[in-house]
């Protein structure tokens, strides 16, 4: 298994791990805490997206009536396009 997927952004494995995997007769398989890393890796994406959701959020509330009419919007119309399936279907576009 390539270590690669567990990166971190400077390109270092996490907690100053130098392998993920472990060999067993020539194959090489995850080990427990690289799957640990893997899950946590994803619970920190999910933050992530969480936390850049609230601050889109909170940032289109903070816009005047008349601002969010300059960019196409009213206030009805934030939690709709803060909606991934509404991303999606307009990327489509």
């Known amino acids: 298994m390539s270590t690669s997927l567990f990166r971190n952004h400077f390109g270092t494995l996490p907690l100053g791990l130098t392998s993920l995997s472990r060999h067993d007769g020539g194959r090489t398989d ?3 805490p690289a799957k640990l890393i893997n899950h946590a890796g994803t619970w920190l994406e999910r933050i992530r997206a969480v936390g850049t959701y609230r601050a ?3 940032e ?3 816009l005047s009536d008349r601002e969010l009419a300059d960019i ?3 206030r ?3 939690p709709r ?3 991934p399936d509404f991303a999606a279907e ?4």
Request: without cysteine.
């Open 30 to 32: 995850a080990t427990i």
């Open 56 to 58: 889109t959020l909170n």
């Open 60 to 62: 289109l509330t903070l």
């Open 72 to 74: 196409g919007l009213n």
């Open 76 to 78: 009805s119309d934030i």
């Open 81 to 83: 396009v803060l909606d």
């Open 90 to 93: 307009h990327s489509e576009r």
